[in-house]
């Protein structure tokens, strides 16, 4: 039988039968007195004794009954037919996916583990086949059983690097509960499979040859919690109480294209609140404006998401009172609609505090809107924010639930939508925590398609405290975090030091492609920016653990595209103020050409912080040219491109131009004229 609880002095059939019952196991054994053994099978070989007279041992509980004898059973049986298996063997053959048997191992002394992250325990089912699909689900080229009910998950540098060492066969001699024809190996053993096909492969990371590479760009004076592209191509940064220097404004803006002149680089802003921990005021023309009594949030909320809607309005989602305070689990909307209190009570926003913070929400082309919050994602109805859909539950670690959003903190992104946005859109969310182990895989979805399930995709390496960006095009640059902990100040540790580019376009699990390193630590409030060149401006890490700075410098990541040895693209453009489905022509310069290898895309105007891109979304539009004159069509209503401001970049092959900014949707929702009060200077509804 495939299951022993412990032993029982006070052992007798009716305490056997209901101890197996309990762990429910259909047979109930007792052996030798004392011992009760659980199992659904006979395994081993196990047969039918030739007498009932052979189980005469008494049972320690009870002198008046039998309970089996020296390597005798007295079986029980709870249905009327169950399987009997053979002695056990390796499993070799018909086996999951492309994994090959490797061998018997044997555990490093010292109660190490050769897989020590990933570790499944299942008494009843456990098997050769649902270990090797388990790990296969997350990527994982390694897979070991042990102690039958034992699965493990692991990577092939696990078995070199941890201490395990080949074994005798005989060694491995345990039978799976779940498949008792099986070996899953034995006492400290492990049977190890290794996936080895190439066709397909399980996973496949790049490793080109032009990786691109991170530079230095200037020496900050703020250490930014929050990094925003203007209009002006000049980057905002609002910083937490505290954090820098005793004299600081607490915002600042970055012209980096006079990165090489410090004085003339940073500009003073101000700011009277601690953006930490409330929202900041209206921004006006040339600083940010506050005037609490006449301009706040219906409830004061401490790291919520946002978003603009399709209306134009802006979306407020969820937060707490303040650092580690009550939850806030409630909507709302600005401009705040007429009457008393709006906000809406979400029970989902409430079930799942502290671990939802900062939610990730975008705008779906067919109406709804996609909340995704710890390890949950929901569609609600836009205009009564009811939920239409609940999608499942986000994969973690292949052992365990994990989050996503603050303190789990990963990062989230919707991946390309292309003309005529007849395709699914999707998203995908990258790196997380559980429990404090760093995730090592994204997973993505196409939320609006029925029954849709998330797909895992293994990362090079662990990361929480993500920061990612969208590309022009069409790629997103991963980069930042630690590989171990929670976001926090001195949660976390091991910086994550290399970039990683992730390619939609690209096979499933052949996506990542490994990219440059750097020698700075970006960790708690850290932020990635794309730039109107095409470059990702790197900021900020304000870590507080006494091993890494407070990071003030401020470096650019040049992408591959960037350092092909290729002339940039250029063009011209003269209405930027776009309706849906308008055309709006341009005159472009491709230095290497033609027209025919020519993507346009556009990319929303993003503000960051703790991992979220608020405003991401990356579109290519339909367009037609005729020599170096080109008609671009602009994107057909606000649910596939919601009103706002984006770049527009002409892509001549891979690489991308500078981008120019395009108003498309107007402002149906007024924020150019608000708040209607005159001690705020509001920018206005345009034209532009």
């Given at each position: 039988?495939?299951?022993?609880?412990?032993?029982?002095?006070?052992?007798?059939?009716?305490?056997?039968?209901?101890?197996?019952?309990?762990?429910?196991?259909?047979?109930?054994?007792?052996?030798?007195?004392?011992?009760?053994?659980?199992?659904?099978?006979?395994?081993?070989?196990?047969?039918?004794?030739?007498?009932?007279?052979?189980?005469?041992?008494?049972?320690?509980?009870?002198?008046?009954?039998?309970?089996?004898?020296?390597?005798?059973?007295?079986?029980?049986?709870?249905?009327?037919?169950?399987?009997?298996?053979?002695?056990?063997?390796?499993k070799?053959?018909?086996?999951?996916?492309?994994?090959?048997?490797?061998?018997?191992?044997?555990?490093?002394?010292?109660?190490?583990?050769?897989?020590?992250?990933y570790?499944?325990?299942?008494?009843?089912?456990?098997?050769?086949?649902?270990?090797?699909?388990?790990?296969?689900?997350?990527?994982?080229?390694?897979?070991?059983?042990?102690?039958?009910?034992?699965?493990?998950?692991?990577?092939?540098?696990?078995?070199?690097?941890?201490g395990?060492?080949?074994?005798?066969?005989?060694?491995?001699?345990?039978?799976?509960?779940g498949?008792?024809?099986?070996?899953?190996?034995?006492?400290?053993?492990?049977n190890?499979?290794t996936?080895?096909s190439?066709?397909?492969?399980?996973?496949?990371?790049?490793?080109?040859?032009?990786?691109?590479?991170?530079?230095?760009?200037?020496?900050?004076?703020?250490?930014?919690?929050?990094?925003?592209?203007?209009l002006?191509?000049?980057?905002?940064?609002?910083?937490?109480?505290?954090t820098?220097?005793p004299?600081?404004?607490?915002?600042?803006?970055?012209?980096?294209?006079?990165?090489?002149?410090?004085?003339?680089?940073?500009?003073?802003?101000?700011?009277?609140s601690?953006?930490?921990?409330?929202?900041?005021?209206?921004?006006g023309?040339?600083?940010?404006?506050?005037?609490?009594?006449?301009?706040?949030?219906?409830?004061?909320?401490?790291?919520?998401?946002?978003?603009?809607?399709?209306?134009?309005?802006?979306?407020?989602?969820?937060?707490?009172?303040?650092?580690?305070?009550?939850?806030?689990?409630?909507?709302?909307?600005?401009?705040?609609?007429?009457?008393?209190?709006?906000?809406?009570?979400?029970?989902?926003?409430?079930?799942?505090?502290?671990?939802?913070?900062?939610?990730?929400?975008?705008?779906?082309?067919?109406?709804?809107?996609?909340?995704?919050?710890?390890?949950e994602?929901?569609?609600?109805?836009?205009?009564?924010?009811?939920?239409?859909?609940?999608?499942?539950?986000?994969p973690?670690?292949?052992?365990?639930?994990?989050?996503?959003?603050?303190?789990?903190?990963?990062?989230?992104?919707?991946?390309?939508?292309?003309?005529?946005?007849?395709?699914?859109?999707?998203?995908?969310?990258?790196g997380?925590?559980?429990?404090?182990?760093?995730?090592?895989?994204?997973?993505?979805?196409?939320?609006?398609?029925?029954?849709?399930?998330?797909?895992?995709e293994?990362?090079?390496?662990?990361?929480?405290?993500?920061?990612?960006?969208?590309?022009?095009?069409g790629?997103?640059?991963?980069?930042?975090?630690?590989?171990?902990?929670?976001?926090?100040?001195g949660?976390?540790?091991?910086?994550n030091?290399?970039?990683?580019?992730?390619?939609?376009?690209?096979?499933?699990?052949?996506?990542?492609?490994?990219?440059?390193?750097?020698?700075?630590?970006?960790?708690?409030?850290?932020e990635?920016?794309?730039?109107?060149?095409?470059?990702?401006?790197?900021?900020?890490?304000?870590?507080?653990?006494?091993?890494?700075?407070?990071?003030?410098?401020?470096?650019?990541?040049?992408?591959?595209?960037?350092t092909?040895?290729?002339?940039?693209?250029?063009?011209?453009?003269?209405?930027?103020?776009?309706?849906?489905?308008?055309?709006?022509?341009?005159?472009?310069?491709?230095?290497?050409?033609?027209?025919?290898?020519?993507?346009?895309?556009?990319?929303?105007?993003?503000?960051?912080?703790?991992?979220?891109?608020?405003?991401?979304?990356?579109?290519?539009?339909?367009?037609?040219?005729?020599?170096?004159?080109?008609?671009?069509?602009?994107?057909?209503?606000?649910?596939?491109?919601?009103?706002?401001?984006?770049?527009?970049?002409?892509?001549?092959?891979?690489?991308?131009?500078?981008?120019?900014?395009?108003?498309?949707?107007?402002?149906?929702?007024?924020?150019?004229?608000?708040?209607?009060?005159?001690?705020?200077?509001?920018?206005?509804?345009?034209?532009?």
């Amino acid at each position: 039988m495939s299951f022993q609880p412990p032993q029982n002095a006070q052992n007798t059939i009716q305490t056997c039968i209901a101890t197996c019952q309990g762990q429910g196991f259909n047979l109930a054994g007792t052996e030798y007195g004392a011992e009760c053994w659980c199992s659904n099978s006979i395994n081993n070989g196990g047969a039918l004794a030739s007498a009932d007279t052979q189980c005469n041992m008494a049972c320690s509980g009870s002198a008046t009954q039998a309970c089996g004898a020296g390597n005798r059973l007295s079986v029980y049986s709870a249905v009327n037919t169950f399987p009997s298996y053979p002695v056990p063997t390796a499993k070799k053959t018909n086996l999951p996916g492309g994994y090959t048997y490797t061998g018997c191992y044997t555990e490093p002394a010292g109660g190490l583990r050769i897989f020590p992250l990933y570790q499944i325990t299942d008494k009843i089912n456990n098997s050769v086949d649902t270990c090797l699909n388990k790990c296969a689900a997350f990527g994982y080229e390694v897979s070991a059983v042990e102690y039958g009910q034992e699965c493990f998950c692991g990577s092939a540098s696990d078995l070199t690097s941890n201490g395990g060492a080949v074994a005798p066969e005989a060694d491995c001699s345990m039978a799976c509960p779940g498949s008792p024809a099986d070996l899953c190996g034995g006492v400290g053993k492990l049977n190890v499979y290794t996936w080895t096909s190439t066709n397909p492969p399980l996973y496949k990371w790049n490793n080109p040859t032009n990786k691109g590479r991170y530079e230095l760009l200037i020496g900050g004076i703020v250490i930014p919690l929050i990094a925003t592209l203007g209009l002006n191509n000049k980057v905002t940064f609002m910083e937490k109480y505290g954090t820098g220097a005793p004299n600081s404004t607490g915002a600042y803006e970055l012209d980096y294209s006079l990165a090489n002149d410090y004085k003339k680089a940073w500009r003073t802003m101000h700011v009277s609140s601690d953006v930490f921990v409330r929202s900041p005021g209206v921004n006006g023309t040339t600083d940010w404006i506050e005037h609490w009594d006449k301009l706040h949030l219906q409830e004061g909320r401490w790291y919520p998401g946002a978003l603009v809607m399709a209306n134009g309005s802006i979306l407020v989602i969820g937060g707490e009172e303040g650092s580690n305070g009550a939850p806030v689990p409630s909507l709302e909307v600005l401009p705040k609609p007429a009457g008393g209190p709006t906000f809406l009570t979400m029970d989902w926003l409430l079930r799942t505090d502290p671990n939802n913070l900062y939610p990730f929400a975008f705008v779906l082309p067919g109406g709804g809107i996609l909340v995704i919050y710890y390890n949950e994602a929901r569609i609600l109805d836009e205009k009564t924010f009811a939920t239409i859909k609940t999608l499942p539950i986000i994969p973690g670690t292949v052992t365990s639930p994990a989050g996503r959003t603050y303190p789990m903190e990963g990062t989230a992104m919707l991946l390309p939508q292309y003309y005529p946005y007849t395709d699914p859109v999707e998203v995908i969310v990258c790196g997380g925590s559980a429990n404090g182990i760093a995730l090592d895989n994204c997973a993505r979805i196409q939320p609006e398609v029925e029954g849709a399930q998330w797909i895992v995709e293994r990362m090079p390496s662990q990361r929480v405290m993500t920061i990612m960006t969208a590309l022009p095009d069409g790629t997103y640059m991963i980069m930042g975090g630690a590989q171990q902990g929670v976001a926090g100040f001195g949660l976390a540790t091991k910086p994550n030091l290399q970039a990683i580019l992730y390619d939609p376009t690209q096979p499933k699990h052949q996506r990542f492609s490994i990219l440059g390193t750097t020698s700075v630590a970006r960790l708690y409030h850290s932020e990635a920016t794309l730039l109107h060149d095409g470059r990702v401006l790197v900021t900020g890490s304000d870590p507080e653990d006494n091993l890494n700075p407070q990071e003030y410098r401020m470096e650019v990541y040049i992408p591959p595209y960037l350092t092909a040895n290729r002339i940039q693209p250029s063009y011209t453009i003269t209405n930027r103020d776009w309706t849906y489905n308008g055309l709006y022509n341009i005159n472009v310069v491709l230095p290497q050409g033609p027209v025919a290898n020519m993507r346009i895309s556009l990319l929303g105007a993003v503000s960051t912080t703790h991992g979220a891109s608020f405003g991401q979304r990356t579109i290519f539009p339909k367009f037609t040219c005729n020599v170096n004159a080109c008609t671009i069509t602009a994107p057909t209503n606000a649910h596939v491109c919601p009103p706002g401001w984006y770049q527009l970049f002409v892509l001549d092959g891979p690489t991308p131009s500078n981008s120019q900014w395009v108003r498309i949707g107007g402002d149906p929702a007024s924020l150019g004229n608000w708040p209607a009060d005159p001690a705020f200077s509001p920018p206005g509804m345009g034209p532009i």
